[in-house]
């Protein structure tokens, strides 16, 4: 996952010749119902369950029960092949037929229109038991230790799910969207109720978007969200968080889930 390279470094005023690491960056092909269905790129690792994530965010599948199968080529590490049920194969045939998916930047339409289509294929998020703002916190700490990989190469991205007992999934990955899906994917595997996502990007409508189809209640990131990102939060009544650096955070949406110490009103 990660490659030396020669480079010249000037740091404080002073030139050093040496390796640097580079995180490797490759193509991985979805080919679903044998059909190539997209190419993203992507760091290598994890491809079963960033594939998996990604057709459960993207609403091919809504649990791994709809896969009857999801595997590697024979010839390549680069392709997964994933097959579904006959039942699901019939529910979501000319959504696959399609193959174009919401969220593409590319799909033409404006902006408020993409989040009324988007908002037709969402459910609410349900009321769930609010979290300690220090445990949010806790939270972002967590993050950034099991960012091993970034802290080598500077240039991946990483999400984090938690659930009632503490971390139950993380990825990294050159993209920010492939770790979101890798880290869904791995809580999908475990059937395990994620609570809070916690990301190292920007959350994006797309990032929001994926959340949401998880049913996660609460989603924190360190940068900002896009107010394309707080608007459709705020439609599936999830609650934003940007900015979580302790002490500070700025809360969006749905503010009622996160416990905030008196001390912080005072």
């Known amino acids: 996952m990660i490659q030396k390279y020669f480079a010249r470094r000037i740091t404080d005023g ?18 679903i119902q044998g059909r190539a269905y997209t190419t993203i790129m992507r760091l290598p690792g994890d491809e079963i369950a960033l594939a998996a994530g990604f057709c459960f965010t993207e609403g091919i599948i809504d649990s791994v029960d709809d896969l009857a199968g999801i595997q590697f080529c024979k ?3 680069n392709r997964i092949f994933v097959s579904l049920t006959p039942e699901r194969t019939s529910k979501v045939q000319s959504y696959l037929e399609r193959r174009s998916f919401i969220s593409q930047s590319s799909c033409g339409i404006c902006g408020k229109e993409l989040l009324n289509e988007i908002c037709t294929k969402l459910e609410k998020i349900p009321p769930s038991c609010p979290i300690a703002l220090e445990r949010l916190f806790s939270y972002a700490d967590i993050l950034k230790a099991q960012q091993k990989l970034f802290s080598l190469t500077g240039c991946v991205h ?23 899906d890798k880290a869904i994917g791995k809580a999908l595997f475990e059937h395990q109720k994620i609570q809070v996502a916690v990301l190292s990007s920007r959350a994006s409508f797309e990032m929001v978007q994926k959340v949401c189809r998880a049913k996660i209640p609460i989603l924190a990131c360190v940068s900002a969200p896009t107010y394309l990102g707080v608007e459709l939060a705020k439609a599936a009544e999830l609650t934003m968080i940007g900015f979580l650096r302790k002490p500070n955070a ?14 912080v009103n005072s």
């Open 250 to 263: 700025t809360i969006y949406t749905q503010p009622e889930r996160v416990l905030i110490p008196a001390s």
């Open 158 to 180: 990483a999400a984090a799910l938690f659930d009632e007992q503490g971390l139950a999934a993380f990825a990294e990955d050159v993209g920010r969207h492939n770790a979101l």
């Open 14 to 31: 002073t030139i050093c010749d040496g390796e640097v690491s580079l995180a490797l960056e490759e193509p991985l092909q979805i080919m």
């Open 75 to 77: 010839d390549s590490s």
